[in-house]
């Protein structure tokens, strides 16, 4: 079972990127899924989440209006179309799933079950 996320890169602030998280060894069409960021010496803190369905998705305040979360379940992936990049979100992110629904606290790291190894983002000025 493994989610691998991939996309990352540099980018000048006011670019785009697009990541994408794709599960391998059994199907997440039923979970929820997420996107979390990390900055060196910093708590992994929630940017995105998207549920089964795609029909409801919730942003941190921070990427509000920047970021889109989207997934395609026939391919068993996930996305983060990230706009208007500031430097501020340089990191690394991570994707991940969990397979209790919507969580109670979207928003915790220790609601999900598998993750993804990471791709960095940088932002410069």
């Known amino acids: 079972v493994q989610l691998q996320a991939y996309g990352g890169g540099l980018v000048q602030a006011g670019g785009s990127l697009r990541l994408s998280c794709a599960a391998s060894?059994?199907?997440?069409?039923?979970?929820?899924m997420g996107w979390f960021r990390q900055a060196p010496g910093k708590q992994r803190l929630f940017v995105a989440v998207?549920?089964?369905?795609?029909?409801?998705?919730t942003y941190a305040d921070s990427v509000k209006g920047r970021f889109t979360i989207s997934r395609d379940n026939a391919k068993n992936t996930m996305y983060l179309q990230m706009n208007s990049l500031k430097p501020e979100d340089t990191a690394v992110y991570y994707c991940?799933?969990?397979?209790?629904?919507?969580?109670?606290?979207?928003?915790?790291?220790?609601?999900?079950?598998?993750w993804g190894q990471g791709t960095q983002v940088t932002v410069s000025s």
């Open positions: 998207i549920s089964w369905s795609g029909d409801s998705t």
């Open positions: 991940a799933a969990t397979t209790g629904g919507w969580p109670r606290d979207p928003l915790g790291p220790y609601e999900y079950d598998y």
């Open positions: 060894g059994r199907t997440f069409s039923s979970d929820t």
